[in-house]
């Protein structure tokens, strides 16, 4: 398998009143939140890695009509957990993760990908943040009211 490109995306997901929907990680149970991922391919842009992995991740279409992801020109270069480090190429130690968001009604449907994630929960603002794992994207989502002003 080749090795992850330390470059990826994250989608915070929430509704108009900025309930946050977050997602339990498959291999590390307790371990809550947004979608997630790392581009295919080194050239791969930024906001089709985000409609993928939103897909992927929920079975959430962005058509950009509807649903509208929103790129927040906002990266975050973080430490790769160790646990994680042999998906990278040797040495590689840090990634870079780019922010992005999404309004989508209360009552989508949701669909896991049963191999990456074992449950959902919408939650409010604080406590989806407080339920995340990681910091970057704990403080994207107490960002939120920042990015979408309208709640």
């Given at each position: 398998?080749?090795?992850?490109?330390?470059?990826?995306?994250?989608?915070?997901?929430h509704?108009?009143?900025?309930?946050?929907?977050?997602?339990e990680?498959?291999?590390?149970?307790?371990?809550?939140?947004?979608?997630?991922?790392?581009?295919?391919r080194?050239?791969e842009?930024?906001?089709e890695?985000a409609?993928?992995?939103?897909?992927?991740?929920?079975?959430?279409v962005?058509?950009?009509?509807?649903?509208?992801?929103?790129?927040?020109?906002?990266?975050?270069?973080?430490?790769?957990?160790?646990?994680?480090?042999?998906?990278?190429a040797?040495?590689?130690?840090?990634?870079?993760?780019?922010?992005?968001?999404?309004?989508?009604?209360r009552?989508?449907?949701?669909?896991?990908?049963?191999?990456?994630?074992?449950?959902?929960?919408?939650?409010p603002?604080?406590?989806?943040?407080?339920?995340?794992?990681?910091s970057?994207?704990?403080?994207a989502?107490?960002?939120?009211?920042?990015?979408f002003?309208?709640?």
């Open positions: 398998m080749p090795h992850k490109i330390p470059e990826s995306v994250l989608v915070v997901i509704t108009a009143d900025l309930e946050v929907l977050l997602i990680r498959a291999d590390r149970p307790g371990f809550w939140q947004s979608v997630t991922g790392s581009l295919d080194p050239d842009p930024l906001l890695t409609t993928r992995e939103l897909f992927e991740e929920t079975g959430i962005a058509d950009g009509e509807r649903i509208v992801l929103n790129d927040w020109h906002l990266s975050n270069i973080y430490e790769i957990y160790e646990t994680w480090r042999h998906r990278y040797p040495g590689v130690t840090h990634n870079t993760e780019h922010v992005f968001s999404v309004c989508v009604p009552d989508i449907a949701i669909t896991l990908a049963p191999r990456e994630h074992v449950a959902y929960a919408w939650l603002l604080l406590a989806a943040a407080d339920r995340c794992f990681s970057s994207n704990a403080e989502i107490l960002q939120l009211r920042h990015h002003p309208a709640a």
